[in-house]
């Protein structure tokens, strides 16, 4: 069984740490080189560098909850939920499509309680 995780390219699992401005404050990110590949793959989607990926997913989120605690581990979450969305077919595979085409409440409609947080957002975005 182990085999099938331990097999995997090390340098998907190398950490890398990268620097970017979150409005104008310099910050820096460390995560596996794996979810990077990941991050560019859903910013390109959107024709978005990934620092701008990464600042928009932090507004968001200090939107909807007041803070962004633990965002490392939030990227990290955001990496899977998008794979994993992939996997089940509501967001299509073809890297064409754009995320923001995408209507998320039918995208999330249906899935288990476990993947929603059942909080009630600070500020619904237009």
């Excluded at 701008?52 to 939030?74: K, M, P, T, W």
């Excluded at 923001?100 to 619904?124: E, F, I, K, M, Y």
């Amino acid at each position: 069984m182990c085999e099938i995780f331990i097999r995997a390219n090390p340098d998907s699992y190398t950490p890398e740490s990268r620097s970017l401005r979150l409005h104008g404050v310099a910050t820096s990110v460390r995560l596996e080189r794996l979810f990077w590949s990941v991050l560019e793959e859903i910013a390109a989607r959107d024709g978005m560098r990934v620092n701008q990926l990464i600042e928009r997913l932090y507004d968001e989120l200090v939107d909807y909850r007041g803070e962004a605690a633990n965002f490392a581990s939030f990227l990290r979450v955001c990496c899977l939920r998008y794979e994993l969305l992939q996997v089940d077919g509501r967001i299509p595979a073809d890297v064409a499509v754009p995320i923001r085409s995408l209507d998320a409440q039918a995208v999330l409609a249906g899935l288990p309680d476990a993947w929603h947080d059942g909080a009630t957002p600070r500020r619904v975005a237009a």
